[in-house]
């Protein structure tokens, strides 16, 4: 019962920095928007426009929460609270610093995994209780999009696994104290890295919500506090991929003079604003495209990675 | 591959050029003088009213904002009874000002006519005349014309030969 | 610990029940679903976390989702729906409840007689220890399973292949 009074702290601590940070993100990420199309982004809410979060938040929760009555309503409901509740999960397992981590599970990048694979659902589910058929097309699309990802997503950390000789996040993070993975690697992370935008559903890879060909694809039917959520899933699902990046092939909390979650945040919010700045400066593939360069390039990639990296692990440790 | 990182990184070097952006409110862009905003009715230099009725920017108009009624006073000069532009229709396109023989219909530079209420943005003759001469200060279109009214005949207006008079034989 | 095994194991037990019996395929298969979730947690809390996790992402994360996405594109509606309530009668289930109570039966009977309590304390199953055990004495398991699945790979590649009008 102590260790569970000695993880409350840190648990609402973990919950309400994410929810405000993911609040900022919006902020943020419309400002560097603007910043690379040579404009200014939201700047009258405030200073800097700081505040347009809170007045989104503040308009959203007046909207009508509407339910459609061709929905499957009890389905329609819980969709919204898969993607939440999956990001958040998987937070769980992040290590922030050594001493702030929710649950270290010695099984934490699977259970990352299985998250990331259970988010799907929600995305499915808003596009078939919506009874709609962009959303149908957004969720169908959706599905396929995270299904393929998920596989070469998993192969292309299993890299990681075999140098780390671990599973456990900590400890993946402790392996890189003389060698951040980014380099032994660099393709495990280039894979990753794309398999998280497409797992995020960011540009380039967000057709399953295409606004110029589905509406808005699986949440053309939501609105008020349930689109919020959606909004608020995606954004936690950019800060989640920026953090795994930063644990599995930044070294995490890892630097030198300054406390390590300073280390870590630095790191992250680098990777989020990489996240940005693909968004501006991509446009959107189409579904073939997608699904031909997951298959025929991502996945062998994938694969050779896997194998190289087995077969020098092995090479490095003759005796066993 | 190459070319998106290239691309990637060009707009990236976007973040340190200056936003082109011109804060409206705060600092009003420069418009130019022939700009197409708010349509007014002007007066010729007498202060009477230069629109002589002649539906012509009602034909004009490509979205049918503008209705009139012509009527004349007791010295035959013609003059709108009641004219009114439904600005919530109107697309500044400027065909009026174009059709107007008499440089009666002006668009100004003004574009600022936002309302809460749809109707308050139905124009009518009172909203829309104004007592100045817009863009064409001397031109007085009764005094150019060879129309006939109360205390110019035929001839006497600028620039105007007599009338020829048929009945004569003297060329 | 055993408070949570009761929990999800009731969860495992109504959730396939409902899986069973309910008439919309979406909301059976999300039942199915949740009933995965729940027998993940009672691998979980037995020391086996490896395989917990596989149970998500390989059953609940992979394979269902594609039941959701094929259900979806049948587009199943208010028919489909009455047609199920009409297979649902007594004749139908009473044959499967039968052989299903014998195998409770069966179960209870193991529980009673106290064999199975023989197995002692938890001991958790690091993912090390699956893998030695899975490339060691049950290597040949593993080759056939995956001779198994590239035959499949190979045929799904097959019947997955663009005709080109001359071939037809």
Same mark, same amino acid.
């Given at each position: 019962?102590?260790?569970?009074?000695?993880?409350?702290?840190?648990?609402?601590?973990?919950?309400?920095?994410?929810?405000?940070?993911?609040?900022?993100?919006?902020w943020?990420?419309?400002?560097?928007?603007?910043?690379?199309?040579?404009r200014?982004?939201?700047?009258?809410?405030?200073?800097?426009?700081?505040?347009?979060?809170?007045?989104?938040?503040?308009?959203?929760?007046?909207?009508?929460?509407w339910?459609?009555?061709?929905?499957?309503?009890?389905?329609?409901?819980?969709?919204?609270?898969?993607?939440?509740?999956?990001?958040?999960?998987?937070?769980?397992?992040?290590?922030?610093?050594?001493?702030?981590?929710?649950?270290?599970?010695?099984?934490?990048?699977?259970?990352?995994?299985?998250?990331?694979?259970?988010?799907?659902?929600?995305?499915?589910?808003?596009?078939?209780?919506?009874?709609?058929?962009?959303?149908?097309?957004?969720?169908?699309?959706?599905?396929?999009?995270?299904?393929?990802y998920?596989?070469?997503?998993?192969?292309?950390?299993?890299?990681?696994?075999?140098l780390?000789?671990?599973?456990?996040?900590?400890?993946?993070?402790?392996?890189?104290?003389?060698?951040?993975?980014?380099?032994?690697?660099?393709?495990?992370?280039?894979?990753?890295?794309?398999?998280?935008?497409?797992?995020?559903?960011?540009?380039?890879?967000?057709?399953?919500?295409?606004?110029?060909?589905?509406?808005?694809g699986?949440?053309?039917?939501?609105?008020?506090?349930?689109?919020?959520?959606?909004?608020?899933?995606?954004?936690?699902?950019?800060?989640?991929?920026?953090?795994?990046?930063?644990?599995?092939?930044?070294?995490?909390w890892?630097?030198?003079?300054?406390?390590?979650?300073?280390?870590?945040?630095?790191?992250?919010?680098?990777?989020?604003?990489?996240?940005?700045?693909?968004?501006?400066?991509?446009?959107?593939?189409?579904?073939?495209?997608?699904?031909?360069?997951?298959?025929?390039?991502?996945?062998?990639?994938?694969?050779?990675?896997?194998?190289?990296?087995?077969?020098?692990?092995?090479?490095?440790?003759?005796?066993? | 591959?190459?070319?998106?990182?290239?691309g990637?990184?060009?707009?990236?070097?976007?973040?340190?050029?200056?936003?082109?952006?011109?804060q409206?409110?705060?600092?009003?862009?420069?418009?130019?003088?022939?700009?197409?905003?708010?349509?007014?009715?002007?007066?010729?230099?007498?202060?009477?009213?230069?629109?002589?009725?002649?539906?012509?920017?009602?034909?004009?108009?490509?979205?049918?904002?503008?209705?009139?009624?012509?009527?004349?006073d007791?010295?035959?000069?013609?003059?709108?009874?009641?004219?009114?532009?439904?600005?919530?229709?109107?697309?500044?396109?400027?065909?009026?000002?174009e059709?107007?023989?008499?440089?009666?219909?002006?668009?100004?530079?003004?574009?600022?006519m936002?309302?809460?209420?749809?109707?308050?943005?139905?124009?009518?003759?009172?909203?829309?005349?104004?007592?100045?001469?817009?863009?064409?200060?001397?031109?007085?279109?009764?005094?150019?014309?060879?129309?006939?009214?109360?205390?110019?005949?035929?001839?006497?207006?600028?620039?105007?030969?007599?009338?020829v008079?048929?009945?004569?034989?003297?060329? | 610990?055993?408070?949570?095994?009761?929990?999800?194991?009731?969860?495992?037990?109504?959730?396939?029940?409902?899986?069973?019996?309910?008439?919309?395929?979406?909301?059976?298969l999300?039942?199915?679903?949740?009933?995965?979730?729940?027998?993940?947690?009672?691998?979980?809390?037995?020391?086996?976390?490896?395989?917990?996790?596989?149970?998500? !992402?390989?059953?609940?994360? &992979?394979? *269902?989702? #594609?039941?959701?996405f094929? /259900?979806?594109?049948?587009? %199943? @509606? $208010? =028919?489909?729906?009455?047609?199920?309530?009409?297979?649902?009668?007594?004749?139908?289930?009473?044959?499967?409840?039968?052989?299903?109570?014998t195998?409770?039966?069966?179960?209870?009977?193991?529980?009673?007689?106290?064999?199975?309590?023989?197995?002692?304390?938890?001991?958790?199953?690091?993912?090390?220890?699956?893998?030695?055990?899975?490339?060691?004495?049950?290597? !040949?398991?593993?080759?056939? &399973?995956? *001779?198994? #699945?590239?035959?499949?790979? /190979?045929?799904?590649?097959? %019947? @997955? $292949? =663009?005709?080109?009008?001359?071939?037809?």
């Open positions: 019962m102590n260790e569970v009074a000695f993880r409350l702290p840190i648990i609402a601590g973990v919950l309400v920095t994410l929810l405000t940070l993911s609040a900022l993100l919006i943020l990420e419309r400002r560097l928007l603007g910043f690379w199309q040579e200014y982004g939201p700047n009258r809410v405030g200073p800097f426009g700081l505040l347009q979060s809170v007045a989104d938040m503040i308009k959203i929760f007046m909207k009508e929460d339910v459609p009555p061709f929905a499957d309503k009890a389905v329609f409901v819980i969709a919204p609270a898969v993607i939440i509740v999956t990001v958040l999960m998987s937070f769980a397992v992040v290590p922030f610093t050594p001493s702030i981590v929710v649950a270290d599970l010695n099984i934490g990048l699977l259970f990352f995994l299985a998250m990331s694979s259970l988010s799907a659902y929600s995305v499915v589910l808003a596009g078939w209780a919506s009874n709609n058929k962009y959303s149908l097309l957004g969720g169908l699309r959706a599905s396929a999009q995270m299904l393929s998920e596989v070469f997503m998993g192969l292309s950390l299993m890299g990681v696994v075999m780390a000789g671990s599973f456990n996040l900590g400890d993946i993070v402790e392996a890189q104290r003389d060698l951040w993975f980014c380099i032994p690697q660099i393709l495990g992370f280039i894979i990753f890295l794309i398999a998280g935008l497409a797992e995020t559903k960011r540009i380039p890879f967000d057709i399953p919500e295409a606004e110029a060909e589905l509406v808005a699986f949440h053309t039917e939501y609105s008020g506090m349930k689109f919020g959520m959606f909004f608020v899933g995606e954004y936690l699902g950019i800060i989640l991929i920026s953090a795994m990046i930063t644990v599995l092939f930044f070294g995490g890892q630097g030198p003079w300054l406390p390590p979650a300073i280390w870590f945040s630095i790191k992250t919010f680098l990777f989020i604003c990489l996240f940005i700045l693909l968004r501006a400066a991509l446009p959107r593939l189409r579904f073939d495209q997608l699904m031909a360069f997951g298959w025929k390039v991502m996945l062998p990639l994938a694969l050779v990675n896997l194998t190289v990296t087995g077969a020098l692990v092995l090479a490095g440790h003759p005796s066993k | 591959m190459l070319k998106l990182l290239k990637i990184w060009l707009v990236f070097l976007r973040a340190f050029t200056r936003p082109v952006t011109i409206y409110p705060d600092e009003k862009p420069y418009l130019p003088p022939r700009w197409r905003g708010r349509i007014i009715l002007s007066r010729d230099p007498d202060g009477e009213e230069r629109c002589v009725g002649c539906y012509l920017c009602s034909v004009a108009c490509p979205v049918d904002c503008i209705a009139l009624q012509a009527t004349e007791e010295h035959g000069r013609r003059y709108p009874a009641w004219f009114r532009i439904n600005f919530s229709r109107c697309i500044f396109c400027g065909y009026c000002e059709a107007c023989p008499t440089y009666a219909i002006q668009l100004t530079t003004d574009f600022e936002s309302e809460h209420d749809r109707r308050n943005l139905v124009y009518e003759k009172e909203d829309l005349l104004i007592s100045g001469t817009g863009k064409y200060p001397g031109y007085n279109f009764y005094r150019v014309s060879g129309v006939r009214i109360g205390g110019k005949d035929k001839g006497e207006a600028e620039h105007e030969a007599a009338p008079d048929v009945r004569s034989l003297m060329p | 610990m055993t408070g949570a095994f009761y929990l999800a194991a009731l969860v495992a037990a109504v959730s396939t029940g409902l899986a069973i019996t309910s008439l919309n395929a979406v909301h059976a999300l039942y199915l679903i949740v009933s995965f979730l729940a027998v993940a947690v009672v691998f979980f809390i037995f020391g086996a976390p490896f395989i917990a996790m596989l149970e998500i !992402i390989i059953y609940a994360g &992979a394979i *269902m989702v #594609l039941f959701v094929v /259900v979806m594109m049948l587009n %199943l @509606g $208010r =028919r489909a729906i009455e047609q199920e309530a009409g297979w649902l009668t007594p004749r139908m289930w009473i044959g499967p409840s039968i052989l299903s109570a195998l409770l039966g069966e179960l209870l009977y193991l529980f009673g007689s106290g064999i199975l309590s023989q197995a002692g304390g938890i001991t958790v199953q690091t993912p090390k220890q699956v893998s030695v055990v899975l490339l060691g004495p049950y290597l !040949i398991g593993i080759e056939l &399973a995956s *001779m198994l #699945l590239l035959p499949g790979l /190979v045929g799904a590649y097959h %019947l @997955g $292949r =663009r005709l080109n009008s001359e071939d037809a």
